[in-house]
């Protein structure tokens, strides 16, 4: 069966880390690209979760930032729920897989959906950088 490209805008705490690491060992999908976001706590915090959680994990997708603000409001902070860094608690190796930061979450969404017309955008954080994808 071929697996179906996704592409994960994401804001990882405790939460979003247990829906990428099911994508990422899904024998249905394959994650293409992710797309740390602001969210549950800062885009620092969640770049920082996302390289961790894939250096742990052994699995080296695109990692791409995404936007650290909202286009129409203040973001919420929910650290006092999730930690200061959306995932008080645990202990991450020292990350060895980092993001991209060459260019935007946007552009390389564009370019994997003009590869692969089929790919599934996933939506588990704030959705800011999809709605800009689908406005320009």
Not at 12 to 21: E, H, K, M, N, T
Not at 42 to 69: A, D, Q, Y
Not at 117 to 125: A, D, K, M, N, S
Request: proline letters at 4%; a negative charge; aromatic letters at 4%.
């Amino acid at each position: 069966m071929k697996r179906k490209p996704i592409i994960l805008s994401t804001d990882p705490g405790i939460d979003d880390a247990v829906a990428i690491v099911l994508a990422l060992f899904s024998e249905e999908l394959e994650v293409k690209l992710i797309c740390p976001t602001f969210g549950n706590v800062n885009l620092e915090h969640t770049k920082s979760n996302t390289e961790k959680l894939l250096t742990l994990l052994k699995k080296s997708p695109e990692v791409v930032l995404g936007s650290s603000h909202s286009l129409l409001r203040e973001a919420i902070d929910a650290s006092e729920i999730h930690g200061e860094s959306g995932m008080d608690g645990y202990d991450f190796p020292e990350a060895t897989i980092f993001a991209d930061e060459s260019q935007t979450a946007v552009a390389a969404m564009h370019e994997i959906v003009s590869q692969e017309e089929q790919t599934i955008l996933v939506g588990i954080g704030p959705l800011t950088d999809i709605a800009l994808f689908i406005h320009l």
